[in-house]
Structure formats: structure tokens, C-alpha cells
């Protein structure tokens, strides 16, 4: 069998690269080693209460919208998505045992208006001022990269990263923060200390020019009405190709012509491949092939992650559930990582009169969780959120979900590693997915695009 582009690997990343193959014209084969496609992107509707299904999330649960990739794709395939609900709060963070809401103005860790942040509870007020004392920071003079936690005690204070830093900018990384890249996952803070001087400076103006563009607004978050294993399934009913799973690839090899893709057997050759695949998998499917690029794979570390869907009443919810969840400190010394409230977040997660709450363990501070079993896990969520959110009630139900070595650390250094292995690649090869450009559902729609653009352009050379 000969194809244009062998993609390997059939979640988010290479569903996307076989449609945007698909579209050029290229003769394509898409490998999956398990029995379903859409990787993390899985969604379960549970019936019974009500008359509309629970819908529990096992991996993301929506995607933004100002990186435009996902939610283009989205509009593009003309698939039902919903945008993220308005709710009286945004998001609390438990500080002092108290829950205490994000004042108003304040974007992710940049105070831009002043009297709601003044006003806030939850900082004091040598917090406070040293956060506004942002502005007349001097601007980093060195060159490269840096920590998360580095950046935000250097501009903002110690008191910034302990309450949003770590548990919230950290949080979406599942890392922590004294390791994690500033320039792999929040650069436009460092780039806006360059351009403005001082990173509230720049938010400010920015967030002023934007507001008088007079376009229409995107909601910031976007998701799947039935399930964020939806955005899989509107990819993979486009395809016409050649879609295979259960189809491990067992080697790949690379000769003058092209390449060489063993599944099951058989022997497919394509002129170009898409691997798709997390790091660790990627650097064990390489072997050989690649010992510079492989030898970069494998500096790409993976922790683990895990989530409780639990449901209960209304009724039995003492907490009015009016924000997107919670966020915890590590100061906090709990034993779970954060909260979302699935349904106060997103319609159509639970049917009227019930709410659904997601708990998230496993982080940097939770990793021992993991281990645990179900029943132990469901005990330990219960018992915190009976602290946190005066719940006493027995759930309804619960789900736990656990993805072992399956979140990509972003370590200092990171985009530097992901260019080495990119130059490293033989020809015609392309990496993919959420180990390399971004973890969210829109940097690793726009990761397998780019692949496929790079592969047409070699094609364009080489004609």
C-alpha cells in the first residue's frame, strides 16, 4: 500500500492532521494503536436522573477561543458547540480555608482595574502593593527562557504566585511551577514586559484597544454540547480516508524515497509521516532512526493526572455553586487540586435539579493520589469537598478518571528542546500534539495543521 502521509497516532492531533491532509488532496492512512479514536477526549452520559443524561468529562472539558484554531475547525465542520455560561463569579481560590472570589479586572494574574482589586479579600495588602509595584519593575535583562514561578515572583511578589501563579497558571500545566517555562506556555507575559516595561502596563492598553475594535466577541471558552468527545467524533465523520484502529505501528523506517510503516504486519510505505503520538511514545517508536531527535524526546518528562465526576442534588449542595470552580493552593494543604462546577460552567452537564462537580488530584503536590484506589479516591474527594463546600450528602454517583504518564511537562528550556527535535527529524517527518506546541485542544489542532503545510511545502521543493 502506498500513501501520501502515514499519521500515526488517532486523538485530537492526528484526527486534525487527516483532515487537513484530506483537504489538499493527499492519499493518507491514519494509524491508531487503540480501539477508539479521540485519545483524552472522552465523554460519558450517564442516565437515570432526570430527563436529560449527565455528561462526564474524562479528559478536557472545553477549549479557549482566542487561540482561533479549534474553534475555527469547529465552525468550519458546522459541529454543536456551546459557549462557556456567564455566572456571578468566575472562579474562587481557596485561601485561609475561606473561599474568596477573583476580583474583577484581574487577567489570570494582571490587576487592570484598581478599585475591585483594592477592594479584594484575598490578598493583603503587602500583596496588593507589592502586585501594583509591578509597574516600575525593571525589565528582565537576560536573554532566554524562565520559570513560571521566577517570572511571577520577579514581577509580581511571592504572595502572587502562591495565590494565582502556582494553583492557577501552574494548574492548567498540571506542573510546578519553579520548573515549568515561562516562554513555552505564557509568553505573552514576558513579551509584554519587553514592549510595555511592566506587564500591567501592557494588559491595560491592550485590553483598551481591544475593546474599541468594535468586533463581535468570541465567549472566552467554547465546548461540545453532548461531550468534548464530540469534537473527536465531528473531525472523524469527515474523514474518507483510510482510518484504522487498532493498528499499533511496530516500526518505522526511512530510506532515500520515503518511509517504511509496519501495523499489524503489513508494510505501508508513505512519502511523508505525521507522528502524532505523546513524546514518550513518539521517542520509543523512533528508536534508531532518529538518535538526536530521540535523545530530545526523551528530556520531555510526563506526570500523571486524575479527575472525580461526582453528582449529587441541588438541594444537597448547601454552596450556591455560582463560578466556574475553584482553584487551591499548595499552601492550602489539601489533598485535591481544584474544583470545577461542571454544570454551573457549561449547559446541558446535568439534568434540572442535580449538579455535577469535577475534582481534579495528581498535581504536583497530589501525585501519591494516583496510586490509590477508586473507592479511596471517591472517600478522600468526598470528605474534602464536605470541608470546602459544606457538602454532606451522598453522591449520586462518581467517576474517576486517571491518565498515568500522560501530561507533557513544559520544563525550562522547552521550545529550545522541541527545535532541536524538529531539526533533527529525517525528511518528510512531522511531529504533532500536545507534547511539543501547547496542551490545549486549539495549539494541538493548529500543531497537526502546520505539519501538514510543512509537508505540502517540502512536497512543493521537491517539485
Request: charged fraction near 20%; charge should be neutral.
Amino acid at each position: 500500500m502506498t500513501v501520501d502521509v502515514a499519521i500515526v497516532g488517532g486523538g485530537i492531533a492526528g484526527l486534525a492532521a487527516a483532515y487537513y491532509a484530506q483537504k489538499q488532496g493527499l492519499r493518507y492512512v491514519l494509524l491508531e494503536a487503540s480501539a477508539r479514536l479521540g485519545g483524552k477526549a472522552q465523554s460519558e452520559r450517564v442516565l437515570g436522573y432526570g430527563d436529560t443524561p449527565f455528561v462526564v468529562e474524562y479528559g478536557p472539558d472545553g477549549f479557549i477561543t482566542r487561540k482561533p484554531w479549534a474553534w475555527a475547525l469547529m465552525q468550519e465542520l458546522g459541529a454543536d458547540v456551546i459557549p462557556i455560561n456567564e455566572t456571578p463569579e468566575r472562579i474562587y481560590v481557596l485561601s485561609g480555608g475561606k473561599l474568596r472570589s477573583l476580583p474583577d479586572g484581574l487577567h489570570l494574574l494582571v490587576p487592570t482595574q484598581l478599585k475591585p482589586f483594592l477592594q479584594s479579600d484575598l490578598f493583603s495588602w503587602p500583596g496588593k502593593l507589592r502586585m501594583l509595584a509591578e509597574r516600575y519593575v525593571p525589565v528582565r535583562q537576560a536573554a532566554g527562557d524562565e520559570s513560571v514561578a521566577d517570572f511571577i515572583r520577579r514581577r509580581f511578589g511571592s504572595e502572587a504566585l502562591d495565590k494565582l501563579g502556582e494553583p492557577v497558571l501552574a494548574g492548567v500545566y498540571n506542573a510546578n511551577a519553579d520548573q515549568m517555562s515561562m516562554h513555552a506556555t505564557f509568553k505573552q507575559f514576558p513579551t509584554l514586559e519587553a514592549q510595555y516595561g511592566s506587564v500591567i502596563r501592557g494588559m491595560t492598553e491592550r485590553l483598551s484597544a481591544a475593546n474599541h475594535n468594535g468586533k463581535a466577541k468570541l465567549p472566552p471558552l467554547a465546548a461540545m454540547r453532548d461531550g468534548m468527545e464530540g469534537f473527536a467524533v465531528a473531525i472523524s465523520n469527515e474523514l474518507t480516508g483510510d482510518v484504522r484502529t487498532s493498528s499499533p505501528v511496530t516500526s518505522v523506517e526511512h530510506d532515500g524515497n520515503g518511509y517504511t510503516v509496519v501495523t499489524n504486519g503489513e508494510a505501508i510505505f508513505a512519502t511523508s509521516v505525521v507522528i502524532a503520538t505523546p513524546a514518550n511514545v513518539t521517542a520509543k517508536l523512533l528508536g534508531s532512526l532518529a538518535p538526536k531527535a530521540n535523545a530530545k524526546l526523551r528530556e520531555i518528562r510526563t506526570e500523571g493526572v486524575g479527575s472525580v465526576g461526582i453528582a449529587y442534588r441541588t438541594e444537597d449542595i448547601p454552596h450556591p455553586l455560582d463560578a466556574y470552580g475553584v482553584v487551591i493552593p499548595s499552601s492550602e494543604g489539601r489533598r485535591i487540586d481544584g474544583i470545577t462546577f461542571a454544570s454551573s460552567k457549561w449547559t446541558n452537564r446535568a439534568p434540572t435539579g442535580y449538579h455535577l462537580l469535577r475534582v481534579f488530584f495528581g498535581g504536583p503536590n497530589t501525585r501519591q493520589l494516583l496510586d490509590l484506589s477508586d473507592e479511596a479516591i471517591a472517600q478522600l474527594v468526598r470528605d474534602e469537598l464536605q470541608d470546602i463546600l459544606g457538602i454532606q450528602a451522598e453522591p449520586l454517583f462518581y467517576r474517576v478518571a486517571r491518565w498515568q504518564a500522560a501530561y507533557p511537562q513544559y520544563d525550562v528550556g522547552h521550545l529550545d528542546r522541541v527545535a532541536a527535535i524538529q531539526a533533527h527529524l529525517p525528511p518528510g517527518m512531522q511531529i504533532a500534539g500536545l507534547s511539543y506546541f501547547g496542551v490545549g485542544i486549539p495549539d494541538t489542532v493548529n500543531s497537526a495543521k502546520t505539519a501538514i503545510q510543512n509537508i505540502l511545502s517540502l512536497e512543493g521543493e521537491r517539485t
